[in-house]
């Protein structure tokens, strides 16, 4: 798998478990904040 293929099938993961997790627009809030996190982590790791 490439580099560019990870993070391509990690934001739809990310983004499915940050709309199941939260309940509220706060929590929607850091549901995204912390998958904004983990896609800054993927790219500076990549590069």
Do not use: N
Request: hydrophobic residues 45%; glycine residues 8%.
């Amino acid at each position: 798998m490439t580099r560019l293929a990870k993070p391509s099938l990690l934001l739809p993961l990310l983004a499915l478990l940050s709309f199941a997790g939260c309940e509220t627009f706060e929590g929607f809030g850091r549901d995204v904040e912390t998958a904004g996190d983990a896609i800054t982590e993927e790219a500076q790791e990549a590069q």
